[in-house]
Each structure stands twice: as C-alpha cells, then as structure tokens.
C-alpha cells in the first residue's frame, strides 16, 4: 500500500493512501438502443455529464468509452488510441 510521511517539527505521522471502491453498475439498454450511464459510474470514470466520448468495441463482449480529448491527445502524441 502507498503512502506518504508527514514531517511537524519532530513528529512524523505515516498516511496511508487507500484505493476507492469500484462500484460495479447493472445497466440495461432501451429497446431503441439507449443506455443511460448513472452520475456515479460517470465520476468513477472523471468524464463529466456533457463530455465528448469516442466509444468502440473489440468485438468480445466489452464496450470501451474515452473521453474524446485524451484520444486527440493520444494521437497527437503518436500514442495509438486504445
């Protein structure tokens, strides 16, 4: 586990830094295809209600979104967007 010491004159106190929990979300998608992504799956990801997203699927079952501005960034640094 990570953590990080705090100096105060003498005294040094040890903080350990704990993980957030994921929360897993049941989704269902609408019969005309809509899937409604709930406020708290969306902090988990740090894509804000509004955001741009790029969403792809390697054909195995799994979905894949990313906010639109870490693709460009991505590809303008010659990363290749996965």
């Known amino acids: 586990m990570h953590g990080y010491s705090v100096g105060r004159g003498t005294e040094t106190r040890r903080?350990?830094?704990v993980p957030y929990?994921?929360?897993p979300y049941e989704l269902s998608i609408g019969s005309?295809?809509?899937l409604i992504l709930p406020p708290g799956?969306?902090?988990q990801a740090g894509i804000d209600?509004?955001?741009?997203?790029?969403g792809f699927s390697p054909s195995d079952?799994?979905?894949?979104?990313?906010?639109?501005?870490d693709v460009e960034d991505?590809?303008?640094?010659?990363?290749p967007p996965n």
């Not at 209600?49 to 790029?54: E, I, L």
């Not at 079952?61 to 501005?69: E, K």
């Not at 991505?74 to 990363?79: E, I, T």
């Open 15 to 17: 903080e350990v830094l």
């Open 21 to 23: 929990a994921v929360v």
């Open 32 to 34: 005309d295809g809509a």
């Open 41 to 43: 799956l969306l902090a």
């Open 49 to 54: 209600a509004g955001s741009m997203v790029v």
């Open 61 to 69: 079952g799994r979905i894949t979104l990313r906010r639109l501005v």
């Open 74 to 79: 991505d590809l303008l640094s010659g990363r």
